[in-house]
């Protein structure tokens, strides 16, 4: 039984259910994005794109992971055989019984396999789409997690906001109003300090649900997906930002943000040529603050 509370295990997961497709060669100028938008819109499978020119093998994207309530299921620790009303009453009963799930706490992780220093964080090695022909440039995090520390309480949250590319080593994050990482942000701010920020791309789909989801501030978004995983999730203390992350995310880049941009300082990833990312629903454009 592959790992589900991993990407790369819930890809084997997602092939062995007959709800993969890969493909290889194709243009990260809004090919991917078209791609994911038809497979999205015809409830097709999810697409792992690989081999993508002027980069070296290995590299891989992931798409369109969450379109339909099968895919979804095993994430959710719901049966994928359930579908439309029977899925929600299968979720509104498992959301009522909802019991937090302590972090495993761990020392390293894969994660820390392949480390670029501050002065050698270069986003552009890792090929990333350009989704949409009007976005203002290449979003390398849509289906991420952006880790944040609230300055007044405390509190640790994970949110999935789009990360575009500005430079080699400078990202944007488009956290909207009232958004956890957003409210974290301003408190900072007004305090007249730099936020510090973790972002990890290709954390375990449970993970990644949890960060997308409109969860109150008082429930820890790594102790829901331990829960929605049935299995806690292994943390693991970021460097500089010294930030919760997940131990088997594919890849985790570590920054300041002072004002819309975030100066990363470290960048660690379980291998290099892999990068993992999930449906897009973008289309807008991010600017430098
Ligand atoms: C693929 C995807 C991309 C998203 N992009 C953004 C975004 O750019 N900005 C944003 O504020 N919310 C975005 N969201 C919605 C947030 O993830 C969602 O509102 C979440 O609850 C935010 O977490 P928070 O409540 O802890 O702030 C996105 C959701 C998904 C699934």
């Not at 194709?26 to 078209?34: H, K, T």
């Not at 290995?58 to 798409?63: E, T």
């Not at 943390?235 to 500089?240: E, I, L």
Request: glycine share 10%; aromatic share 8%.
């Amino acid at each position: 039984m592959p790992d589900i509370t991993d990407m790369r295990g819930y890809i084997e997961t997602l092939e062995a259910m007959g709800e993969l497709r890969r493909l290889e060669g194709v243009d990260l100028n809004l090919e991917v994005g078209a791609l994911t938008e038809r497979a999205a819109e015809q409830e097709g499978p999810a697409l792992l794109f690989s081999n993508f020119k002027n980069y070296p093998a290995g590299f891989r994207v992931i798409s369109n992971v969450f379109r339909t309530c099968k895919r979804t299921g095993p994430a959710m620790g719901i049966p994928s055989e359930l579908n439309g009303i029977d899925y929600l009453y299968a979720w509104r009963k498992k959301l009522a019984a909802y019991k937090p799930v302590p972090v495993e706490q761990v020392e390293g992780g894969p994660v820390f396999e392949n480390q670029m220093a501050e002065n050698e964080v270069d986003l552009y090695k890792f090929p990333t789409p350009s989704w949409h022909d009007l976005d203002g440039g290449p979003y390398i995090g849509t289906g991420c997690g952006v880790i944040t520390k609230d300055p007044e309480s405390g509190k640790i949250n994970i949110g999935t906001y789009r990360v575009m590319v500005q430079d080699k080593n400078k990202v944007s994050v488009k956290m909207n109003m009232g958004k956890h990482g957003r409210l974290a942000f301003e408190r900072a701010r007004d305090a007249g300090t730099p936020l510090p920020v973790a972002i990890t791309l290709g954390q375990g789909p449970a993970v990644f649900l949890a960060a997308q989801m409109p969860l109150p501030p008082d429930v820890n978004e790594y102790e829901f997906a331990g829960y929605l995983q049935g299995a806690p999730v292994p943390v693991v203390r970021g460097a500089v930002t010294g930030l919760p992350i997940p131990a088997n995310a594919e890849i985790a880049e570590f920054g300041v943000r002072s004002c819309n941009t975030i100066l990363l300082k470290n960048l660690h990833s379980k291998n290099w040529g892999k990068i993992f990312r999930s449906q897009k629903l973008c289309n807008a454009r991010s600017e430098l603050g």
